[in-house]
């Protein structure tokens, strides 16, 4: 059986080489690329592709997690996130989103070939160096934030005060105070300061 595969990424050149180098798969076919994840949303309705390549930094629009989200579940293609990014939050956000597997650009094309080939089957499939800090995650469990309390870290780690952060969002303050009151609960804090510190030790900032 043939696996076809849809191609996301912003960069040409990448979408250009991942082609040339599928190409010499006998069992895979390349069926469409999309620089952006509203074109992988509308080019996988087209094409119907068995997995997606996806990298999650894709430019302005809407990134790859989101994408990976909208397309997981249901009749839709297995998504293997194909990235230079293994940060704890970027791995977590993407497997919660639905993808079927996380691998490093950095990988040989023996692993690329093997990880496509499992996410086709619906196994699992992640970089050694992925697995390792799945595991680490495990072993010692990170604060479980929203993504909307990940969204008020992030503008906080960037300095802004709760009112740019309620425009930021277009949410109230005061339901930024109510998620800042969540966030310091969980992460056992009590300043803004100590809670981008913490989040930042502990990796859950991109």
Do not use: W
């Amino acid at each position: 059986m043939t696996i076809r595969l849809l191609l996301c990424d912003d960069h040409a050149v990448v979408r250009a080489g991942l082609r040339a180098l599928l190409s010499s798969a006998e069992d895979m076919e390349v069926v469409g690329e999309a620089g952006s994840g509203e074109e992988a949303l509308a080019m996988s309705a087209a094409v119907r592709p068995d997995v997606v390549l996806m990298d999650l930094q894709l430019g302005g629009g809407m990134d790859g997690v989101t994408a990976t989200r909208r397309l997981s579940g249901g009749d839709g293609p297995r998504v293997l996130v194909l990235t230079m990014f293994d940060t704890d939050a970027d791995i977590t956000r993407a497997i919660e989103a639905g993808a079927t597997g996380y691998l490093l650009k950095a990988e040989p094309p023996e692993e690329l070939f093997a990880a496509i080939r499992s996410a086709a089957s619906g196994r699992t499939a992640l970089s050694a160096p992925v697995a390792s800090r799945v595991l680490a995650q495990l072993r010692s469990p990170r604060p479980a934030l929203s993504e909307r309390e990940r969204d008020i870290l992030r503008q906080l780690a960037g300095g802004l005060g709760n009112r740019d952060i309620a425009r930021a969002l277009f949410i109230s303050e005061a339901t930024v105070k109510t998620h800042l009151g969540r966030i310091y609960a969980k992460l056992g804090v009590e300043t803004r300061a100590a809670a981008v510190a913490v989040a930042t030790e502990q990796r859950l900032l991109p």
